[in-house]
C-alpha cells in the first residue's frame, strides 16, 4: 500500500510463483518514479510485466476495491525513531501531535486494506515506531471495530530477537543487536481465501 522505494517489491517478486501478480502503490509521485526506476532496473522482463505499479492514496482505496486481494503488505509511514535518534532534523520534526496524526493516518490505511482483504487473506501491518500509539493501538482499533479481523501467528524464524506484543511483534535495538525498532503484525480476515495480492 506504501510502496516506495522498492525494497519490498523486490523480495515479494523474487517469490511471486508462475501465476502470482503484485500491486505495488505509492502516492507520491517522485517516489513512485523511484519505484518504477528500481523494478525496471533489478526485474527480468517476465516478472516485471506481472507487477502494476499504482499512485492511489491508499487510505481511499476501499472506496473503490472491496474484498479483492489475497495478501496486502502495509509498512505504513510512522514516525521512525531511529532517524530521530542520529538526525537533528528528524528531531526537531519529532512532537507528541505528531504521533498523533500519525496515528489518524495509520488507522486510515489499516482500516482501509483490510476492507480491501479477501476472506482468508492476510495482511501484514509493520512500522519502525517505538510507540505503542502507532503499533498495538493502531490494531487494537481494527479488532474492535470488525469482528472478522482475527490475530494470526506469525511462525517463521527471525535472526533477530522480537518481543511479544499483544497483537504483534516488536524487534528492539537494545535486544537485536542494533536492529530496529521494527514492529508488525500479521492480521487474517475470517473466511475462505480468494483474490491477488497489494504492497
Not at 519505484?35 to 482505496?61: F, K, M, N, W, Y
Not at 510507540?131 to 493501538?137: K, T
Not at 506484543?165 to 492480521?187: A, K, M, N, Q
Request: overall charge positive; proline content about 6%.
Amino acid at each position: 500500500m506504501c510502496a516506495a522505494p522498492g525494497g519490498k517489491s523486490l523480495i515479494i517478486a523474487s517469490r511471486l510463483g508462475c501465476g502470482g501478480s503484485l500491486v505495488s502503490n505509492e502516492r507520491s509521485r517522485e517516489r513512485r518514479q523511484r519505484l518504477i526506476q528500481v523494478l525496471d532496473e533489478h526485474l527480468e522482463p517476465e516478472i516485471r510485466s506481472r507487477i502494476v505499479v499504482t499512485g492511489q492514496d491508499a487510505a481511499l482505496l476501499c472506496r473503490y476495491e472491496r474484498q479483492s486481494y489475497s495478501r496486502i503488505l502495509l509498512d505504513a509511514p510512522c514516525s521512525s525513531e531511529r532517524h530521530v535518534l542520529s538526525s537533528p532534523k528528524h528531531i526537531a520534526q519529532w512532537s507528541p501531535g505528531r504521533i498523533r496524526n500519525l496515528m489518524v493516518q495509520q488507522w486510515a490505511l489499516l482500516s482501509s486494506g483490510f476492507l480491501m482483504l479477501s476472506p482468508g487473506g492476510y495482511l501484514l501491518y509493520a512500522t519502525c515506531a517505538l510507540s505503542p500509539q502507532e503499533n498495538d493501538m493502531v490494531v487494537a482499533k481494527l479488532f474492535g471495530k470488525y469482528p472478522e479481523a482475527e490475530a494470526a501467528e506469525i511462525t517463521a524464524s527471525s535472526p533477530v530477537a522480537a518481543e511479544k506484543t499483544e497483537y504483534g511483534r516488536h524487534v528492539l535495538p537494545d535486544i537485536s543487536g542494533g536492529s530496529g525498532p521494527l514492529y508488525f503484525s500479521l492480521i487474517k480476515r475470517s473466511g475462505s481465501m480468494a483474490g491477488s495480492a497489494v504492497l
